[in-house]
């Protein structure tokens, strides 16, 4: 008899149910999060289990790690493509749990992508980096703030995050409090300059750009750190069919519904990485100030437009660009993006 064992993943517990192949419920429990009582409550329905299914939350690492290296055909469910009965009047844990060991019994389960293990660590040191550098820009904002409205002039970000010089001071000497935050945020953003650069140093001498995304260095905006940002976050490639798929991924792709040519609502716009939306901003950023081509696109589409669409719409060429280059093997060609 074949089994189906959904899992309701919580921060600090889980809900394990099993149903067999006419949906009978054969166990249901709620277990602590700890990988050897949920082996041990797995254990006697072992050769029967076809799959063990889990919802892919903030924590399905450790779950998903424990199960696979124990044998267990694991399946990450995708929560934002699972749908329920609209009708339900109760839902709870327990349904939950049931319905992603239904979705798998009828071969229906939206999947979400088990990144590998062995890359996981150094992902998540480049996103701390991304971390950090949001949390100094905040500060190099307040700071400049701060200048403006005191001082009448406009201190730029470049200078402000130069670690051995300081342009702070002099501006807000004389006034006691302005100069203690001065003085602190200064303080502040270099720590953080030097805890970024610390990270990039630590992921250049340790991770090397596979063969498939050798190209991105090629893209203009793409160095060092937003290739290897893009080669670890987007993973294996052949995962997209389309390279529609991948924009989409990346949150390149506009999120409204149209009929008959109105608006009719709009999809969920947090759907994808946020990471690669990240890398993908930063690098037309990038190349419209330093490669003319990216540029004219961008001035003529701002014509057009706005700044903001010119943004996103060359941020969205530079994905639909990096897909082919990671896909095929390629290096970038301007007059195929840009023609």
């Avoid at 166990?27 to 041990?40: F, I, M």
């Avoid at 329905?45 to 903030?58: A, C, L, N, P």
């Avoid at 490639?237 to 608006?263: H, L, M």
Wanted: charged residues 25%; contains cysteine.
């Amino acid at each position: 008899m074949k089994l189906y064992a959904g899992i309701d993943l919580h921060s600090n517990n889980n809900f394990l149910a099993i149903s067999d192949i006419q949906d009978k419920r054969v166990y249901q429990k709620r277990l602590p999060n700890q990988g050897d009582v949920v082996l041990a409550e797995l254990e006697p329905f072992r050769e029967k289990i076809v799959g063990v299914t889990i919802e892919s939350t903030y924590i399905w690492y450790w779950l998903v790690d424990v199960l696979m290296d124990n044998g267990y055909t694991t399946y990450l469910a995708n929560p934002a493509a699972i749908q329920k009965y609209k009708g339900l009047k109760y839902s709870s844990d327990k349904h939950d749990a049931f319905w992603l060991a239904h979705l798998l019994r009828l071969g229906i389960l939206p999947e979400g992508y088990i990144y590998p293990k062995a890359d996981r660590p150094t992902r998540d040191l480049l996103r701390k980096r991304g971390h950090l550098v949001q949390l100094r820009t905040s500060l190099i904002n307040s700071l400049q703030g701060i200048i403006s409205r005191n001082c009448g002039c406009k201190l730029s970000g470049s200078k402000i995050k130069r670690v051995k010089e300081n342009h702070i001071g002099p501006l807000l000497a004389g006034q006691e409090d302005l100069e203690l935050s001065g003085e602190v945020s200064k303080e502040s953003i270099d720590f953080l300059s030097r805890q970024i650069v610390k990270i990039e140093n630590t992921v250049v001498s340790r991770v090397k750009l596979r063969k498939p995304f050798l190209g991105l260095q090629t893209i203009p905006g793409l160095g060092k750190i937003l290739s290897l940002t893009i080669m670890l976050e987007t993973g294996a490639i052949e995962r997209f069919a389309k390279v529609g798929n991948f924009s989409s991924y990346c949150r390149k792709v506009p999120t409204t519904w149209q009929s008959n040519d109105k608006i009719k609502g709009k999809g969920n716009s947090k759907n994808g990485n946020k990471y690669l939306a990240w890398a993908f901003s930063e690098a037309a950023e990038f190349a419209r100030r330093h490669d003319e081509v990216a540029r004219a696109f961008y001035n003529r589409k701002a014509g057009r437009t706005n700044r903001m669409i010119a943004h996103s719409a060359l941020a969205h060429k530079l994905a639909r660009a990096a897909y082919y280059i990671m896909r095929d093997n390629v290096e970038f060609d301007h007059r195929r993006l840009f023609a």
